[in-house]
């Protein structure tokens, strides 16, 4: 599995851990939880799809900047629309892109 996939696994995985351990602070929170992770984890995702489909330097970066700005969008509308619980959800949002940061310095002894 490339490198980018992995990326966006343990960005996943870091997001569902963090609704189940939201579980006994309350429903609501977990909820928020899972919703910062489509958040957060979408967009990620597109960006590792087209990132090993596309060679050309100038359009991974203009993925890159589309990457950015879905995940303004998504958030803007999550928070408006959604008002999700704010612990859940900036709780899980931060931690999932930490693991996005994190993943390639976990994925070091991997083949």
Do not use: H, K
């Amino acid at each position: 599995m490339p490198l980018t996939y992995r990326m966006v696994v343990t960005q996943g995985c870091a997001v569902l851990v963090t609704a189940v351990a939201l579980v006994p602070v309350g429903r609501e929170e977990a909820w928020s939880a899972l919703l910062a992770g489509a958040v957060s984890v979408t967009p990620n995702a597109l960006f590792a799809w087209q990132s090993e489909r596309l060679r050309s330097p100038g359009r991974l970066v203009a993925f890159g900047v589309l990457r950015f700005v879905l995940t303004l969008v998504l958030l803007g509308m999550a928070i408006a629309l959604l008002r999700p619980a704010p612990l859940g959800f900036f709780g899980a949002f931060v931690l999932g892109q930490l693991a996005f940061v994190l993943a390639p310095l976990l994925d070091r002894g991997a083949p």
